[in-house]
């Protein structure tokens, strides 16, 4: 019995590790490449020193680049699954690895609870749900790891702690927090080890020095006076905000940023808290430095290339938001006993917090549904296209529906598809995929194409050929092929032509139509699609359409 309950909080670890794998499958089920993502696909296929070390935004982004690279040829590009079940076991991992750290400093089952709150933190679905932000997540996993390293305080621990350090560094940015945390740990421990050691920071510092010199100064840097100044707040922002995502009391966000509600009065309750604890209990544990210099470095760093879009309530930024705050959480709690009804309190609120935060990963994975059924519509239609698609031409979000797909450049998409493999739909997935594939593949066919009108004013049609008169008042469709169509139209009010293909009960291609007494010459190229076209006609007079 005694060594049932003293492997309780592991079974149950287990159990919430096989959840949350269970759970994020099933959220990212179907799922495709999505924005940023396709910044490597099209640009970075080739295995060269400037596809590895150029910079994305003012990220390093060496690690992702280079699992990217080795997915794509191992598992070509039309399925994304590899690169999902890669993040799923990271974010695993860096769950994992907190239980670990809590463990050693709280007890198991504080270490349940730290870990069950960030492998369900609904708030950061965009770090637990896009592949893209593996880059975040991998600086988290291990910088987690060099922390544990460091515990060991030997030279192992710290031969594995460099390497952990720069691994983190390669992976995003972020890895710089974790140099910061190292940095204080070297210095703190100086007298009983003295400062040799610091070369566990030295190394991993260098080489981003040499990525920065050599690719990282190019990146667009938005750091200036106002940010600097600013800081204070959005840094105390970012921590309420990361304070309620864990507590399951964040707002749903708005295309991933969201505002703070409770996030405020409960900082300030965490720093009253804080403060009578060290009153009860002076002096601040050596972790708990390390962990604050990593925290402060990442919010202070974020605040100085704030520009809109990056709010410290950003989705994104409560991954690694989060965990801090679990870090200091612990360092702060170091050395406090819990009673039983301690931990049935925390149990409570950890089982409360994650309710709300599982409906906004839910959410999350929907809106990527959504931008999946896009992704493959738009796709699909350019490869339908392709004997007359421009190559510049872009998926623009006025074109795609999403703003997710300004990379995608038809000819670098084209030659990526051929060689290795579509994430598009068929044509018959096309037919009966959820709304709006069939809309959005419409539009970019018209614009692709292109489809194309010249009208000529006081010209009627010649007779001859396969014509259909639609009457005046009467709106109707007619069956067009490609090749150039002549609709011509009666004396009378402007006339109005739309055109679909796939889509059903709406005509998403739009023309300008055209005056009374005229003929406009309909062009619509050849593509690879045996699948007609409809044209609606809505006039107050007779029109005749011949092909």
């Known amino acids: 019995m005694a060594q049932a309950r003293r492997n309780a909080p592991l079974i149950a670890l287990g159990g919430a590790l096989l959840a949350a794998a269970a759970l994020l499958l099933a959220l990212t089920a179907g799922l495709t490449f999505f924005q940023d993502t396709w910044g490597f696909l099209m640009d970075r296929r080739d295995v060269t020193v400037d596809a590895l070390l150029q910079p994305h935004n003012e990220h390093i982004v060496l690690v992702p680049v280079a699992i990217e690279l080795l997915l794509l040829r191992l598992f070509g590009m039309s399925s994304a699954l590899p690169e999902y079940l890669l993040l799923i076991a990271a974010v695993l991992a860096a769950a994992a690895l907190l239980f670990v750290y809590v463990r050693r400093r709280l007890g198991p089952w504080p270490a349940?609870?730290?870990?069950v709150l960030l492998l369900f933190l609904g708030p950061a679905w965009q770090d637990i749900l896009w592949p893209f932000e593996l880059g975040f997540v991998g600086s988290v996993l291990f910088g987690l790891a060099m922390l544990l390293a460091l515990d060991r305080n030997d030279r192992r621990g710290d031969i594995a702690a460099c390497v952990f350090l720069?691994?983190?560094?390669?992976?995003?940015?972020?890895?710089?927090?974790?140099?910061?945390?190292?940095?204080?740990d070297v210095f703190l421990r100086r007298r009983e080890r003295g400062l040799g050691r610091v070369w566990v920071v030295a190394i991993p510092a260098a080489l981003f020095g040499l990525w920065y010199l050599g690719w990282g100064h190019e990146a667009e840097s938005h750091v200036g006076l106002d940010n600097v100044l600013s800081s204070p707040p959005y840094v105390l922002?970012?921590?309420?905000?990361s304070l309620e995502s864990l507590l399951g009391l964040a707002n749903p966000p708005a295309e991933g940023v969201a505002e703070?509600?409770?996030g405020q009065p409960l900082l300030v309750a965490a720093i009253v808290l804080a403060a009578y604890g060290r009153w009860r209990r002076p002096g601040l544990s050596r972790g708990f430095w390390i962990v604050a210099a990593a925290t402060a470095t990442n919010w202070f760093l974020s605040a100085f290339n704030y520009i809109p879009g990056r709010e410290p309530t950003t989705g994104r930024y409560m991954y690694g938001g989060g965990v801090f705050v679990l870090l200091l959480a612990t360092e702060l709690l170091r050395g406090v006993r819990f009673t039983r009804t301690a931990l049935i309190v925390a149990a409570a609120v950890t089982v409360a917090a994650v309710a709300p935060n599982?409906?906004?990963l839910r959410d999350g994975s929907r809106w990527l549904d959504n931008q999946t059924v896009i992704t493959r519509a738009d796709l699909a239609a350019i490869e339908i296209a392709?004997?007359?698609i421009d190559p510049y031409f872009v998926l623009t979000p006025e074109i795609a529906g999403t703003p997710s797909l300004i990379d995608v450049q038809a000819g670098k998409y084209l030659e990526a598809e051929d060689e290795y493999g579509s994430p598009a739909y068929t044509e018959d997935e096309l037919l009966t995929a959820p709304f709006p594939a069939?809309?959005?593949?419409?539009i970019v066919l018209g614009q692709g194409l292109p489809i194309s009108t010249k009208t000529l004013d006081g010209v009627l049609p010649r007779p001859g050929g396969e014509c259909t008169t639609v009457l005046a008042g009467e709106p109707s469709e007619v069956s067009v092929a490609p090749g150039?169509?002549?609709?011509?139209?009666?004396?009378?009010?402007h006339a109005s032509f739309s055109l679909r293909r796939f889509a059903v009960g709406e005509y998403p291609v739009k023309t300008e139509g055209a005056q009374g007494k005229s003929t406009t010459l309909l062009r619509i190229p050849r593509d690879r699609s045996r699948q007609p076209w409809y044209l609606k006609v809505e006039a107050g007079q007779a029109v005749r359409v011949c092909r």
């Open 112 to 115: 349940l609870f730290a870990t």
């Open 166 to 184: 720069a691994v983190s560094a390669g992976f995003s940015s972020l890895g710089i927090s974790f140099m910061a945390a190292a940095a204080v």
């Open 237 to 241: 922002e970012g921590l309420a905000a």
């Open 260 to 262: 703070v509600g409770w």
């Open 358 to 360: 599982l409906i906004i």
């Open 386 to 388: 392709q004997r007359t």
């Open 438 to 442: 069939a809309r959005q593949a419409d």
């Open 484 to 493: 150039v169509t002549r609709i011509g139209v009666e004396p009378g009010p």
